[in-house]
């Protein structure tokens, strides 16, 4: 079935320093591709989705690309602050079922010093 | 909209109780998740519904839980008995339909479940 592998955590970084977290996925068809992020104590909120490839979401100065040669949606971002920290999780629509149905990663945590 | 409230947001019971999780969607929306998050599985989807009722179960782990929608603003997951393996925090989400453009999830705070 569809799924979705993250870079296992933690990654800690110093403030201002350039972020990779890596997913990959497998899926039959041809998902829609998410970022959410979940802030301590807080339910997970969208932070960027691509929908089809070669498609690049963005938002708060993160990015990632829909890339279907190597089944990959990295998120980036070029200079992380302290208030990113948090866990992100990537995620597909499973276009088998509801398409709305989200398969996530397991997560993966971010810390960020100042 | 005060998007997606559960409710309680923490719950400390003992092993054999019944629990009860609560669930009330963003207005209008059509579809309603629960999910679980555990450190060793991550997040995983249990149930959702459409429409008040329920369309895929399969990620229900056994017959101890138990999930309704008896209208359009309020849903329940119910453990009975509960065991300390279902220690987690459980999510309910909700969206507003099919399609591409309505993918997005929203999801609630959450609900600390602590079996003891």
């Known amino acids: 079935g569809d799924s979705v592998t993250q870079m296992e955590g933690p990654v800690t970084l110093s403030e201002e320093a350039f972020l990779t977290i890596n997913c990959t996925y497998t899926a039959t068809g041809y998902p829609s591709l998410f970022w959410y992020v979940q802030y301590p104590g807080e339910g997970l909120q969208l932070l960027l989705k691509?929908?089809?490839?070669?498609d690049k979401g963005s938002n708060k100065g993160f990015e990632a690309t829909y890339r279907k040669e190597t089944t990959s949606f990295h998120l980036e971002k070029g200079s992380v602050q302290v208030s990113d920290s948090a866990v992100y999780f990537c995620a597909l629509s499973d276009h088998g079922g509801a398409t709305n149905k989200l398969i996530f990663g397991t997560g993966t945590l971010l810390a960020v010093q100042p | 909209d005060a998007g997606v409230i559960q409710s309680p947001r923490h719950e400390v019971t003992e092993m054999g109780q019944e629990v009860t999780l609560r669930c009330k969607p963003i207005?209008?929306?059509?579809?309603l998740f629960w999910y679980r998050q555990t450190m060793m599985r991550g997040l995983e989807l249990l149930i959702y519904?459409?429409?008040?009722?329920?369309?895929?179960d399969s990620g229900m782990p056994e017959d101890r839980f138990s999930a309704k929608m008896p209208n359009a603003s309020f849903s329940t997951l119910k453990i009975q008995p509960s065991e300390p393996r279902d220690s987690a925090v459980y999510f309910c989400a909700s969206s507003l339909g099919q399609g591409i453009a309505n993918e997005k999830l929203f999801f609630g705070s959450g609900t600390q479940l602590s079996v003891l």
């Open positions: 519904f459409n429409n008040n009722v329920p369309i895929d």
């Open positions: 691509a929908t089809k490839a070669d």
């Open positions: 207005s209008g929306h059509d579809y």
